[in-house]
Each structure stands twice: as structure tokens, then as C-alpha cells.
């Protein structure tokens, strides 16, 4: 009887998920890649729109940060560069995704964003086509990093960051005012980066 009980439950279970929305959008395809997919397994825009596979970073440390202009946060792209600048030789990497999704604080064009970050803040690593990071189009990667990764959750405002060891796995996640040359963020650098 037990068994039968089980049986029944684990498909009413099994009737609920598929009717549930995540299944409808993973029925359309909306969910599947970031379900599937690894960090390697994304091909991005860079800011000129040209494709970057996200797996020619492997062996490389990376911090990704969704990013905006006119955000209060938008100086701490001084900071991102100096971290960029500080441990780029030793196989490290930031890279930005511009995103509008919090007080429409990126309104531009990836050309004017590009612009903006070159001028202003002499920005040397790369940055990337603008991409939703929140909502229902938020971008495959952006699932993959909120969803999938060991450290689930919705972005909460413009430069969370994510850092991913040389293997492409997310070993952490960094609030938004979580300034990038800030003692947590720095000494996890150098412990992933130490760690070959």
C-alpha cells in the first residue's frame, strides 16, 4: 500500500513540475541552455558584436560583472581596472556585461557604452555587447550564473560579480557595493589564481 501511495504522489509530483512555468519556459526553450550548459559552453558579443567563445578563457581566472554607466556604482570600473591591470599577467580576467535592467542606468548604444568606458575610465578588459541580466529575457549566461551555479539567486543592482576558477567553475559572488579592490574580493583573486 505504501508503495502504491508513493507511486501516486511521485506522479501527481511529476504532473505539477511539468505544469509549473519553469517547465513551460524550459518547453520553449527558454531555460535549456543555462540547464545544460557550462561557463565554456557560451559564445558572447564583445561590445564591437563580433562572437566570443567564453571557452577561450579557459585556464584563466575570471570576475564577471554586469555593468551600467550611470550607476552609482559605475566609478568602481577605476577599480575593475586596477585588479585588471594588477594580476592580468598571472592569467586573470574581468569581463563586463552592460546591462539596463536596474534604473535603466544603461540607456545607450554598445557603441556609446564602449565609448563612455574608454574615455571616462580607460577601460583595457573586455567588454561586452549590453544583455539582460534579470527579468524574462534575462541572457543563457545570466540563468547559468543565477540559477546553476553554486551560488543561486536573482542580480540584485548594477556590478554584482561572480568570480570562476580556471576551470570554469563559480567559486564566489560578490555584492554590488562590494568594491573590486576590497580585501574579500582581492584575497579570493590570489587564492583561486594560487590554486593551479
Not at 559564445?43 to 567563445?53: A, F, L, S, Y
Not at 565609448?115 to 543563457?140: A, M, N, Q, R, W
Request: hydrophobic share 35%.
Amino acid at each position: 500500500m505504501r508503495t502504491l501511495i508513493s507511486v501516486l504522489f511521485m506522479v501527481a509530483l511529476g504532473s505539477a513540475i511539468t505544469g509549473s512555468p519553469f517547465a513551460q519556459a524550459e518547453e520553449r526553450g527558454v531555460l535549456m541552455a543555462a540547464k545544460t550548459a557550462t561557463l565554456y559552453d557560451f559564445t558572447m558579443n564583445d561590445i564591437d558584436g563580433k562572437p566570443v567563445n567564453l571557452g577561450d578563457y579557459k585556464g584563466k581566472v575570471l570576475l564577471l560583472v554586469n555593468t551600467a554607466s550611470l550607476c552609482g556604482n559605475t566609478p568602481q570600473y577605476t577599480d575593475l581596472e586596477r585588479v585588471y591591470e594588477q594580476y592580468q599577467n598571472e592569467g586573470f580576467e574581468v569581463l563586463a556585461f552592460p546591462a539596463n535592467n536596474f534604473g535603466q542606468q544603461e540607456p545607450g548604444t554598445d557603441s556609446e557604452i564602449k565609448g563612455f568606458c574608454l574615455t571616462k575610465y580607460s577601460v583595457s578588459f573586455p567588454l561586452f555587447s549590453k544583455i539582460s541580466v534579470k527579468g524574462p529575457d534575462k541572457h543563457p549566461l545570466y540563468q547559468y550564473l543565477t540559477e546553476q551555479s553554486p551560488f543561486p539567486g536573482e542580480v540584485e543592482w548594477n556590478f554584482q560579480k561572480y568570480l570562476v576558477d580556471r576551470s570554469g567553475r563559480v567559486v564566489g559572488r560578490f555584492h554590488h557595493r562590494t568594491k573590486p579592490l576590497a580585501p574579500e574580493i582581492v584575497n579570493e583573486i590570489e587564492r583561486v589564481l594560487a590554486a593551479k
